[in-house]
T-cell receptor, first 115, second 117 residues
Framework: GENVEQHPSTLSVQEGDSAVIKCTYS??????FPWYKQELGKGPQLIID?????GEKKDQRIAVTLNKTAKHFSLHITETQPEDSAVYFC??????????????FGKGTLLTVNP | DTEVTQTPKHLVMGMTNKKSLKCEQH?????MYWYKQKAKKPPELMFV???????INESVPSRFSPECPNSSLLNLHLHALQPEDSALYLC????????????????FGSGTQLSVL
């Protein structure tokens, strides 16, 4: 099955700095790569996603890059703010059991933005 | 409305109790999911319903019994749970999972924090 590795497990930055989280996946058939942000006491919320036919996608301060050849994708947050502090999960989606799709999550990165 | 609503938010139950978790969405999504999340771990898939039919069961013990009464509702019935089943149970939905070659955006609820004593 698919295996997603995520690094680092914790990341501490100063407000205004950039943060980068990296993930690798194992199955070349994976074709959809979302990133989720989970704040304390809440469920994961989709913040950005990228499909395998695209190399980069940006949404304001957040960007994701995908390198299919190397099977890795990264989340970039610029001008970090204290409210960006949360656990971030990367995931890869692969077809499972016919027309079903299964998300495999990385282990998560605890991002702390210090004021 | 882009919300997935889960009730209750917290639940404490004994090992002999029977309880149910409820999930509701009004986004017209036809796929609904149950995930289990232990502290400081990623969500783990338990069940997937597609068009109100169970399509994926990730070898979950029978003490967890899912039910999808209609396209907007998803229940998880709990019976004879063990303390190690204590976790955050997350419901999620997605629009359509029968488009081959297309991964799905999942929308998660806030979860039910379950404690089994």
């Amino acid at each position: 099955g698919e295996n997603v590795e995520q690094h680092p497990s914790t990341l501490s930055v100063q407000e205004g700095d950039s943060a980068v989280i990296k993930c690798t996946y194992s199955d070349s058939a994976s074709n959809y790569f979302p990133w989720y942000k989970q704040e304390l006491g809440k469920g994961p919320q989709l913040i950005i996603d990228i499909r395998s036919n695209v190399g980069e996608k940006k949404d304001q301060r957040i960007a994701v890059t995908l390198n299919k050849t190397a099977k890795h994708f990264s989340l970039h947050i610029t001008e970090t703010q204290p409210e960006d502090s949360a656990v971030y999960f990367c995931a890869a989606s692969i077809e499972s059991g016919g027309s079903n799709y299964k998300l495999t999550f990385g282990k998560g990165t605890l991002l702390t933005v210090n004021p | 409305d882009t919300e997935v609503t889960q009730t209750p938010k917290h639940l404490v139950m004994g090992m002999t109790n029977k309880k149910s978790l409820k999930c509701e969405q009004h986004m017209g999504h036809r796929a609904m999911y149950w995930y289990k999340q232990k502290a400081k771990k990623p969500p783990e898939l338990m069940f997937v319903y597609s068009y109100e039919k169970l399509s994926i069961n990730e070898s979950v013990p029978s003490r967890f019994s899912p039910e999808c009464p209609n396209s907007s509702l998803l229940n998880l019935h709990l019976h004879a749970l063990q303390p190690e089943d204590s976790a955050l149970y997350l419901c999620a939905s997605s629009q359509e999972i029968r488009l081959r070659g297309v991964g799905e955006k999942l929308f998660f609820g806030s979860g039910t924090q379950l404690s089994v004593l």
